[in-house]
């Protein structure tokens, strides 16, 4: 079982070689890595809201990996978070697919919507699924993260956001009941920790 840092390290390298599809690709990267760098600047708190509508899926993935992420770079004052415009639950394929990439998660609460611990060094956050807007997800001072096409167009304001930005990934989803879902749900977190380990490579500030 690999440990986070080591999948940190996976990341970062795949990272290097990675190349943003296109040009609005590559431009909502460059301005979440600018938002970052202007929080690390000014010593701010650096808060990010992955959004996307169901809440169970990409939106955890993104907000557990770019907690792996900071943990490894040792960022100071760094939160993630995760919401949907509706809540559901945090889904068990995404869930299966994060621990084997060596993230250490753990149940600590049962139910329709279970509660998760999730623990990258001295880092820990409990995750669940929620609405974008409800606690302890911030209501000011954030960037909103949108991961996929139908959150980004049913939430066309997102209140208290400083900074959204439209970061859409394919639903695994798909593959559901195919006998697929280990290697989708795989490929889905590894693309999503790539290209966010793109953007914090990209964190020189000067």
């Avoid at 960037?143 to 439209?166: L, T």
């Avoid at 593959?175 to 966010?196: C, F, K, N, P």
Wanted: hydrophobic share 40%; with cysteine.
């Amino acid at each position: 079982m690999k440990t986070y840092t080591q999948l940190a390290e996976e990341l970062l390298q795949n990272a290097k070689t990675y190349t943003p599809a296109d040009e609005t690709r590559r431009a909502a990267l460059v301005a979440l890595a600018d938002y970052i760098k202007d929080k690390i600047k000014a010593q701010k708190a650096i808060r990010l809201n992955f959004i996307c509508t169901h809440n169970s899926r990409r939106s955890h993935l993104g907000a557990v990996l770019s907690q792996v992420l900071a943990a490894y770079f040792k960022l100071e004052n760094f939160e993630s978070f995760s919401g949907g415009t509706e809540a559901t639950a945090f889904n068990e394929n995404a869930v299966q697919a994060l621990r084997e990439l060596g993230i250490e998660i753990n149940k600590i609460e049962e139910g329709s919507n279970p509660r998760y611990e999730v623990v990258t060094g001295d880092l820990k956050s409990v995750a669940f699924s929620k609405k974008f807007d409800e606690a302890p997800n911030p209501t000011s001072e954030f960037a909103a993260i949108m991961v996929c096409d139908s959150a980004d167009a049913n939430c066309p304001f997102v209140p208290g956001a400083e900074k959204r930005i439209s970061l859409p990934f394919e639903d695994p989803k798909k593959s559901d009941g195919t006998g697929r879902e280990a290697q989708v749900y795989r490929e889905r977190a590894l693309e999503i920790g790539t290209q966010l380990a793109w953007v914090f490579l990209n964190l020189s500030v000067s």
